[in-house]
T-cell receptor
Framework: KNEVEQSPQNLTAQEGEFITINCSYS?????LHWLQQHPGGGIVSLFM???GKKKHGRLIATINIQEKHSSLHITASHPRDSAVYIC???????????FGTGTRLQVFP | DTGVSQDPRHKITKRGQNVTFRCDPI?????LYWYRQTLGQGPEFLTY????????KSRLLSDRFSAERPKGSFSTLEIQRTEQGDSAMYLC???????????FGPGTRLTVL
């Protein structure tokens, strides 16, 4: 079992839909990261959180430390949101990231 | 632009050849990380440096792989005697002490024929 699990692996949506991507982890963490990867490889950090909830524009990230679970929500999805969204955790004693396998999101107009 | 840069962006090589990749981190960042990503998978940790010291290496980093950060600034990752299984995207990231947020470079895509 991977230390970081994401679901779903693939997601298609119509423009305007509300989207949720889930992440569960099985190790102790200092922080959880949500990252976005576009075709070609570039990875951008969206959120880093260790408790509660963060919001940036149409993106919302939440984390439940007791349940070892996080969600990434996209409100009013748009075709430009199409990308791979990756959940990653940084451990208690190390800053290296442990990644999930990613969720490929396609938003159609 | 003062982001993380990697060179080359693409490398095609024949099996058995040696390759070297370079990463230039954000200038004020003292931590530098190397990750490898194969198609359809999330990145996997290879190694990381704090200044010039290599603090951690993954079991994935076989004897054919070596990484250096001689002056605590740029880093190189060398793969000797490349194998087809080495084909992947090699990602570099950097961060500062005190935060786990990492900034990623565009990656170097390696294809071993």
């Amino acid at each position: 079992k991977n230390e970081v699990e994401q679901s779903p692996q693939n997601l298609t949506a119509q423009e305007g839909e509300f989207i949720t991507i889930n992440c569960s982890y099985s190790v102790g963490i200092s922080a959880l990261h949500w990252l976005q990867q576009h075709p070609g490889g570039g990875i951008v950090s969206l959120f880093m959180l260790s408790s509660g909830k963060k919001k940036h524009g149409r993106l919302i990230a939440t984390i439940n430390i007791q349940e070892k679970h996080s969600s990434l929500h996209i409100t009013a999805s748009h075709p430009r949101d199409s990308a791979v969204y990756i959940c990653a955790v940084s451990g208690v004693d190390t800053d290296k990231l442990i990644f999930g396998t990613g969720t490929r999101l396609q938003v159609f107009p | 632009d003062t982001g993380v840069s990697q060179d080359p962006r693409h490398k095609i090589t024949k099996r058995g050849q040696n390759v070297t990749f370079r990463c230039d981190p954000i200038s004020e960042h003292n931590r530098l990380y190397w990750y490898r990503q194969t198609l359809g998978q999330g990145p996997e940790f290879l190694t990381y440096f704090q200044n010039e010291a290599q603090l951690e290496k993954s079991r994935l980093l076989s004897d054919r792989f070596s990484a250096e950060r001689p002056k605590g600034s740029f880093s190189t990752l060398e793969i000797q005697r490349t194998e087809q299984g080495d084909s992947a995207m090699y990602l570099c990231a950097s961060s500062s002490t005190g935060t786990t947020r990492q900034f990623f470079g565009p990656g170097t895509r390696l294809t071993v024929l």
